[in-house]
């Protein structure tokens, strides 16, 4: 046992007996750790590393960059977002270090370089971003807005890293390496030989490494034989118990400079730039060097490269930049200019192909570069007037060497599709962002082509020769005008010194009575007379814009035209609705607006938004649809204020109405969407001072109810309701005074229906004092209500008095007459129920039909009371009959089920046929006898 504990056993002392070879004294004896817990020397003499400041803070650094690395690997939207917030509050904390190091370091500026490079192209993948879940989603839109804003500090040196990317980072690279050098800490493996040498070489033998290691195998050899390693549970042998003495650890680790001058010798990475287009680069060399380039040379170069549009491995950015060195070699050679916009042709149509989703916009840089050869087309056709150009031009018949040219192309499909680009690209854009901004400064770049190109159809050569252009065409580029003018508002016709001329409606009129005159399809002339009215509404030219409305009959057909127009339709009642606000016809307004706001779909309908459907979710190709017919963000009309015009005409309207027809059960609602309101606001349990714009309007109707004008007035008009609403409006101040002069109006209104029944006769100028109206304004007000029959009173124009009649019912008698109609309905409801439980339906029904026969017999019993009789005209029936049924001849089969007494009762006056004497259980039968004789 002594040999598997100590180095020296009895075997080893006897072949070492030699006195030449060196003597070993034996290893004491010493519990070893298991291998999963042993420690190395190198470690367990470590002495502690102290680092400055500066080394701890940028060595946290660059842990969080090298974390943000990997989340970018895995494109973790979320985990980058938290990783760039820990990396600026890192940074915050070297803030004082950066500072005395004399600026920030290079790494950190490399770091939001290349976060920048990486948000940007996550965010111009757009189908990627599609796919993205909801929180990757929503990390990376707003690490792209944080991120924007924390580059404006360090917006200078990013510049200069982009521009010189390699100075200063193979100096911050070896200083990384050499910092990793000094820090690095391995822990060496634990070695686990199958034997282990017993003895050690003491200090100054010349033994070479040879002869040690042959000694050590024979050594191995010979003592196998006594001490086998025997290996216990766990895998533990002799070795691992033993402790090793110094030079007995192996072959020694490699040092710092060691692996520094491996680092050294080793062959350096180079980087590789690929260039943009390096496949184009390649075949840049269209022709031969001593190639005739002539017409036939171009277009078959031309058509070679034509050929290939469309096919699977076709590289679009290679196809657009060979057609234009083909264009730059055609010019150099002076081929002409019909060559040239036969190419550019090509190159547009090779553009718009290059995005071959349709749902998606094109990217920035290409807008840029179809809008300068959109431009550059317009300009050789405009110089060049002997180029003719059309779909109906065949390519075998196209001439491009001698004038007068002939080309093959549509300039203005072109320009059409430029225009829904643009359109798609307004859509594609955040619309609270710079980047919408910069778009649309585009929108005059378009607005000039247009019209550049306009002028381009309309030439002719000669007054008598017609234009270029089909009247097809020309109503096609003039609806493009028009759809880019209607929703402009010039606020220049406003101004009291305006003494020119109103372009805009000049404009607007000529275009759209040509496409009128000459359109033949029915959508361009909705379409055109709808941008029409929206215009006339946009600038207060109410009267024109209500007869063009009610003239076209538009509101009859508009449900078979297509989805856009719709939307269009809906915008113009809209823009109706408020011009007709602001001209104080609240009731044209709430005509105009009802349709939209009664179904709560005011968003979807006008195309400014989609609404969560609980019926049933939209598959993503109708979303995709959906989307594609929304309006741009500036084209937008304010839906709070459209929900507050609404509102508050419907309350100037609802009111005073309610007012007169509070005693009323069946009144009619004018407006369900108001009613609604109000009864949402009636069911809280505790009302608070109004918050929001709804709140506001259902304070107001509250006190218009009473005939506090004020009141009123002070909940429309205020600081918030300004800022949300009225200040919206081009002239504020004039829709406000307009507001209270309806709200004095329209309280005087309902003041008279609450109150009088109260008053025998009310003077004139009380009430213009009390609603501070003029005298003449309220004399009008009673005399329309007086005409219009809902005041029951007369004006006494020597006392200046309004005398009250005394026709109208109390409130304590309107309340009864209401309370007996209810009554009457039940008890009628009550006998229909009990003739179906006894069985009676069939006669019922039988009498209706063949009448009841003539006669004076007594036909008791048959519905199981024998003393109820049917009364004929002529019958000796006197006194009541309790439940009679009564039938004079002439009434075609009508039952009427109301008591009868005729006039030879004792205690009526003869000739008078009494509805419900003293007698009757209920009074209130004559009154329903008259309303069902009216009926009938």
């Known amino acids: 046992m002594a040999g598997r504990f100590f180095r020296g056993s009895d075997s080893e002392s006897d072949s070492s007996s030699d006195s030449d070879e060196p003597t070993f004294a034996p290893q004491k004896e010493r519990p070893m750790r298991p291998a999963g817990f042993q420690l190395s020397d190198d470690e367990e003499e470590q002495t502690r590393v102290v680092r400055s400041a500066k080394d701890k803070r940028y060595e946290e650094l660059r842990k969080i960059i090298k974390l943000i690395g990997n989340h970018k690997k895995i494109k973790d939207m979320s985990k980058v977002l938290s990783g760039f917030e820990d990396l600026g509050r890192a940074y915050d904390k070297a803030k004082k270090v950066v500072d005395k190091e004399g600026g920030t370091p290079r790494f950190y500026i490399r770091s939001l370089s290349e976060l920048d490079e990486f948000v940007n192209e996550c965010w111009e993948d757009r189908e990627a971003r599609k796919q993205m879940?909801?929180?990757n989603a929503k990390g990376l839109t707003t690490l792209r807005q944080k991120l924007r804003k924390y580059n404006r500090d360090f917006e200078e040196q990013i510049t200069n890293y982009r521009e010189h990317p390699d100075e200063g980072d193979e100096d911050d690279e070896e200083r990384v390496e050499e910092k990793e050098v000094d820090t690095e800490e391995v822990a060496p493996a634990p070695v686990i030989p199958e034997s282990t040498p017993a003895f050690q070489k003491q200090e100054g033998d010349d033994l070479d490494d040879d002869d040690l290691s042959d000694w050590s195998s024979s050594e191995t050899d010979s003592s196998s034989s006594d001490d086998e390693m025997e290996v216990g549970p766990g895998g533990y042998t002799l070795a691992m118990f033993l402790k090793k003495k110094p030079g007995?650890?192996?072959?020694?680790?490699?040092?710092?400079?060691?692996?520094?001058?491996?680092?050294e010798s080793r062959p350096k990475w180079q980087p590789v730039k690929k260039p943009a287009y390096s496949a184009v680069k390649e075949k840049t060399v269209m022709f031969a060097k001593e190639a005739d380039i002539t017409h036939e040379a171009v277009v078959k170069k031309l058509a070679e490269i034509i050929a290939a549009r469309g096919k699977k491995g076709t590289d679009r950015s290679e196809q657009i930049e060979l057609l234009k060195e083909l264009m730059t070699i055609a010019d150099g050679k002076g081929l002409g200019p019909a060559i040239s916009v036969k190419i550019m042709f090509h190159i547009l149509a090779a553009i718009y192909d290059y995005n071959p989703n349709i749902a998606t916009c094109m990217r920035t840089e290409m807008?840029?570069?179809?809008?300068?050869?959109?431009k550059k087309l317009l300009g050789v056709l405009m110089e060049n007037r002997d180029i003719a150009i059309g779909d109906n031009i065949l390519e075998e018949s196209e001439i491009l060497d001698t004038s007068p040219y002939r080309v093959r192309g549509c300039i203005l499909t072109l320009v059409e599709r430029l225009d829904e680009e643009f359109t798609k690209m307004l859509q594609a854009c955040d619309a609270h962002s710079t980047e919408y901004v910069d778009r649309l400064k585009d929108e005059s770049i378009m607005c000039e082509i247009?019209?550049?190109?306009?002028?381009?159809?309309?030439f002719r050569s000669a007054p008598d020769e017609p234009c270029r252009a089909t009247s097809a065409e020309l109503c096609r580029i003039y609806l493009r005008r028009v759809e880019h003018t209607y929703y402009k508002f010039d606020r220049t016709i406003f101004d009291d010194s305006f003494d020119g001329v109103d372009t805009s409606k000049i404009l607007m009129g000529e275009l759209c009575k040509y496409i009128y005159a000459k359109d033949n399809t029915d959508r361009l002339r909705t379409r055109a007379m709808l941008c029409q009215i929206y215009h006339h509404a946009l600038h207060d030219r109410w009267y024109q814009a209500r007869d063009l409305m009610l003239m076209s009959h538009l509101q009859d057909n508009i449900h078979h035209s297509d989805v856009p127009t719709q939307i269009l339709y809906n915008r113009t009642m809209v823009q109706l609705g408020l011009c007709a606000f602001r001209q104080g016809m609240t009731r044209d307004a709430h005509n105009a607006l009802v349709d939209i706001q009664s179904g709560g779909r005011a968003k979807e309908l006008l195309a400014q938004g989609l609404l969560l459907q609980r019926q049933h979710e939209r598959t993503p190709e109708q979303e995709k649809i959906e989307k594609r017919r929304l309006l741009p963000y500036h084209m937008h009309i304010n839906l709070e204020q459209l929900e507050c015009?609404?509102?508050?005409?419907?309350?100037?309207?609802?009111i005073p109405y309610m007012a007169a027809h509070e005693m009323d059960a069946r009144r009619r609602m004018i407006s369900k969407n108001f009613h609604h309101v109000l009864r949402m606001s009636e069911r809280q349990t505790l009302t608070g001072p109004p918050e929001s714009m709804r709140e506001h309007v259902v304070a107001a109707s509250k006190a218009m109810k009473t005939g506090n004008w004020k009141e009123c007035k002070n909940f429309i008009i205020n600081e918030k309701m300004s800022t949300k609403v009225w200040d919206l409006f081009f002239k504020p101040l004039k829709v406000q005074e307009m507001i209270t002069t309806k709200i004095q109006e329209e309280s005087l209104r309902t003041y008279l229906f609450t109150y009088s029944s109260v008053y025998d006769s009310l003077s004139l100028f009380t009430l213009a004092n009390m609603f501070e109206l003029e005298r003449t304004v309220v004399h009008s007000i009673i005399s329309k209500m007086i005409l219009n029959e809902e005041l029951m009173a007369s004006l006494d124009e020597p006392t200046q008095t309004v005398v009250m009649h005394r026709t109208e019912p109390t409130r304590l008698q309107s309340l009864a007459l209401q309370l007996s109609e209810k009554v009457s309905s039940l008890v009628d409801n009550n006998e229909r129920i009990m003739d179906l439980k006894q069985g009676n339906l069939f006669f019922g029904k039988q009498n209706q039909q063949f009448n009841y026969q003539n006669n004076n017999q007594n036909q008791g019993g048959w519905q199981g009371k024998g003393n109820q009789k049917r009364y004929d005209g002529g019958g000796d029936n006197k006194g009541w009959q309790n439940k009679n049924r009564y039938n004079d001849g002439d009434n075609k089969g009508w039952q009427n089920k109301n008591r009868y007494n005729d006039n030879r009762n004792s205690d009526?006056?003869?000739g008078w046929k009494q509805y419900g004497g003293y007698n009757n259980q209920n009074s209130w039968e004559g009154r329903r006898n008259q309303r069902q004789q009216q009926r009938y």
Do not use: D, H
Not at 256 to 263: F, G, Q, S, V, Y
Not at 645 to 654: D, G, I
């Open 133 to 135: 879940s909801k929180n």
């Open 248 to 263: 007995e650890e192996g072959p020694k680790k490699e040092g710092k400079k060691e692996r520094a001058t491996k680092k």
């Open 367 to 374: 807008w840029e570069v179809c809008l300068n050869f959109i």
């Open 450 to 458: 247009l019209e550049q190109l306009q002028q381009y159809l309309e």
């Open 645 to 654: 015009v609404y509102l508050v005409s419907a309350m100037l309207m609802e």
């Open 908 to 910: 009526n006056k003869p």
